[in-house]
C-alpha cells in the first residue's frame, strides 16, 4: 500500500532512506542492473529537476520513466518528438465552444507529473522551445492564460547520440535545464538473461505497484528541501562552478544554475543516505552527472580528444575539500 504525505513527513531522514530503497527495489524489478542509474533518476525526481538521458535505442529509457511513474502513483505521459510535432501538441490549445460561446483550454501531454519526451532532438527548435516555460515555471502560458502544471513534475527526455540524420541538436539554453544527464548503458551477460526470463513471457512494469502516491513524493522533496548544507560546502560549488569558467580546456562553462542543481542534487542524496546534512563527497559524486552536459570544450581540447568528463575529474582532483 503506497505510503501517503501525512506518513512519509512522520518517518524522518531513516523514514526517507527506507522508502527511497523502496522505490530503487520496485524500479529494479523492471531495470536490472542499473541500480546507480535509478537512484540518481530518483535523486533528480526528489530535487526537483529534470532528466536526460542520452543512449541508444533499446535499454530502457521509457521503462525507466514508466517504471518511476507506478512507483510513485504518478500520472505518466510519453510525447514522441517528431519533426512535424506542434508546439500545441505539447502545450494545449484553446477551441472554441459554439454552445457555451466561449474558448476552451484543452491541455497537451506536457499536464501529467512525469513527462517523457522521446527522442527530444527529432522535434524543430520551436517545438523544443514548448518545453522551456513548462521546465523552468512548472506551467504553461497559452493565448495569454497561465495554467500551473500539478506537482511533482518532471521531463525525462531522451536523446540518441548516433543518429544525427533528421536531428535538431539541443540549445544550451535547453540543456541547462536538465539537471543531469545520464547513460544506461548496455547490461551485463548475466543481466541481459534476467532480462530475457522477466520480459520474454509477461512485462514486469504493469505488475509494478506504488511505494508512495503523489503527496508522499511531495513530502520526500519538502524533506530534501531542509537538508542542510553548511557554508563551506556552499562555497565548493561555487569554486568548482567557476573553475569551469576559467579552464582554458573550457569554452563555455557551468551556469548559476547549475551551482543551484549541484546543491539540490546534494540535498536529495544525503536525504536518501538517511542524514540530514550533505558532505562533499554528495557533491563530488554528482558532479559530472550535473555538469558535464553544460560545459563546451574549446577545440583545443577537442582536438586532444578531451571530454567534459575529464575536465571535470580533473577540477575535482584539484580543488581542495573544505574539511569544515
Same mark, same amino acid.
Given at each position: ?16 532512506? @527506507? *522508502? !527511497?530503497?523502496? %522505490? &530503487?527495489?520496485?524500479? =529494479? ?10 537512484? #540518481? ?67 497537451? @501531454? *506536457? !499536464?501529467?507529473? %512525469? &513527462?517523457?519526451?522521446? =527522442? ?10 514548448? #518545453? ?193
Amino acid at each position: 500500500m503506497a505510503r501517503t504525505r501525512r506518513e512519509t513527513r512522520l518517518s524522518g531522514y531513516t523514514g526517507f532512506a @527506507a *522508502i !527511497f530503497e523502496e %522505490i &530503487v527495489s520496485n524500479v =529494479e524489478n523492471v531495470i536490472e542492473g542499473k541500480s546507480d542509474v535509478i537512484r #540518481l533518476a530518483l535523486i533528480t525526481l526528489i530535487a526537483e529537476g529534470h532528466l536526460l538521458i542520452e543512449d541508444v535505442p533499446g535499454v530502457g529509457k521509457t521503462m525507466l520513466a514508466k517504471a518511476i511513474s507506478r512507483s510513485t502513483s504518478c500520472v505518466w505521459r510519453r510525447i514522441q518528438f517528431t519533426p512535424d510535432l506542434l508546439p500545441s501538441d505539447i502545450t494545449g490549445v484553446s477551441i472554441y465552444n459554439s454552445q457555451a460561446k466561449r474558448f476552451e483550454f484543452k491541455p497537451g @501531454a *506536457i !499536464f501529467a507529473n %512525469i &513527462v517523457l519526451g522521446d =527522442e527530444i532532438n527529432r522535434a524543430s527548435p520551436k517545438t523544443q522551445s514548448a #518545453l522551456l516555460e513548462s521546465m523552468e515555471e512548472r506551467q504553461v502560458t497559452v493565448d495569454g492564460v497561465t495554467h500551473p502544471l500539478s506537482l511533482p513534475f518532471m521531463v525525462i527526455a531522451t536523446q540518441n547520440p548516433i543518429e544525427h540524420e533528421g536531428t535538431y541538436p539541443l540549445p544550451e539554453s535547453q540543456l541547462d535545464r536538465f539537471m543531469m544527464r545520464l547513460q544506461i548503458g548496455y547490461p551485463d551477460p548475466a543481466h541481459s538473461i534476467e532480462i530475457l526470463n522477466r520480459h520474454g513471457v509477461t512485462e514486469p512494469v504493469e505488475k509494478i505497484k506504488p511505494v508512495v502516491d503523489t503527496e508522499g513524493v511531495l513530502s520526500l522533496i519538502e524533506g530534501a528541501r531542509k537538508v542542510h548544507v553548511a557554508d563551506p560546502l556552499k562555497r565548493y560549488i561555487v569554486e568548482l562552478t567557476e573553475a569551469t569558467r576559467s579552464h582554458s580546456g573550457i569554452f563555455l562553462g557551468a551556469s548559476p544554475r547549475a551551482a543551484l542543481f549541484l546543491l539540490k542534487a546534494g540535498r536529495a542524496k544525503a536525504a536518501s543516505e538517511a542524514r540530514d546534512f550533505a558532505l562533499p563527497d554528495d557533491v563530488k559524486e554528482l558532479a559530472i552527472p550535473v555538469l558535464s552536459h553544460r560545459i563546451l570544450l574549446s577545440a583545443e581540447a577537442q582536438m586532444r580528444g578531451l571530454s567534459p568528463e575529464d575536465i571535470l575529474t580533473e577540477l575535482l582532483n584539484s580543488i581542495p575539500i573544505p574539511a569544515k
